[in-house]
T-cell receptor, first 112, second 115 residues
Framework: QKEVEQNSGPLSVPEGAIASLNCTYSDRGSQSFFWYRQYSGKSPELIMFIYSNGDKEDGRFTAQLNKASQYVSLLIRDSQPSDSATYLC????????????FGKGTRLSVIA | GAGVSQTPSNKVTEKGKYVELRCDPISGHTALYWYRQSLGQGPEFLIY????????DSGLPNDRFFAVRPEGSVSTLKIQRTERGDSAVYLC?????????????FGPGTRLTVL
């Protein structure tokens, strides 16, 4: 059973701080890793993906992958109230087009 | 460009009825996925298509659920003899078939309520 684990939160951070969201996965053969943001009542929106060990930065977002530790994280710098949402970690166990396995998501609350 | 579209946005039905949910993927995306999301949970995989054929239907919970994609574009998820436990948001996603990037993009979902 492939599993993706996330702390459900809520994670509360003050405006302007760094929010750190973490995810672990059970399938050591996993190939691709995704972070989706989901506002209440809306569908998941892709914000980051990472395929190789290390860091990947895109604006205020940084994804970090450590395959040896089976760990992927998302850092949000200069957090804004508009970042308040549930962040879903998703893992693709094989290369190419295959279904994603999602965690339950971490609810982030950025306090103004 | 247009994203993934799903209809209807909301569907209320009675236990035992039949429902169809429709998904129109992003133009040019040959892979199409159906997921189901319950409150407080992440999306759960149901079935995925590569072109017209179901490449993996291992997530379908039982034989009341069926999906088709006859022309390799629009897909319909069909649920027979609906049960209250089928109530959830049904999400459709699509992705490209070629290249190294296979990011999946989601539609707005169909909220199904079985009374």
């Amino acid at each position: 059973q492939k599993e993706v684990e996330q702390n459900s939160g809520p994670l509360s951070v003050p405006e302007g701080a760094i929010a750190s969201l973490n995810c672990t996965y059970s399938d050591r053969g996993s190939q691709s890793f995704f972070w989706y943001r989901q506002y209440s009542g809306k569908s998941p929106e892709l914000i980051m993906f990472i395929y190789s060990n290390g860091d990947k930065e895109d604006g205020r977002f940084t994804a970090q992958l450590n395959k040896a530790s089976q760990y992927v994280s998302l850092l949000i710098r200069d957090s804004q109230p508009s970042d308040s949402a549930t962040y879903l970690c998703a893992v693709n166990s094989r290369s190419g087009n295959t279904p994603l396995v999602f965690g339950k998501g971490t609810r982030l609350s950025v306090i103004a | 460009g247009a994203g993934v579209s799903q209809t209807p946005s909301n569907k209320v039905t009675e236990k035992g009825k039949y429902v169809e949910l429709r998904c129109d993927p992003i133009s040019g995306h040959t892979a199409l996925y159906w997921y189901r999301q319950s409150l407080g949970q992440g999306p759960e995989f149901l079935i995925y298509f590569q072109g017209t054929g179901a490449a993996d239907d291992s997530g379908l919970p039982n034989d009341r659920f069926f999906a088709v994609r006859p022309e390799g574009s629009v897909s319909t998820l069909k649920i027979q003899r609906t049960e209250r436990g089928d109530s959830a948001v049904y999400l459709c996603a699509s992705s490209r078939s070629s290249g190294s990037n296979h990011e999946q993009f989601f539609g707005p979902g169909t909220r199904l309520t079985v009374l």
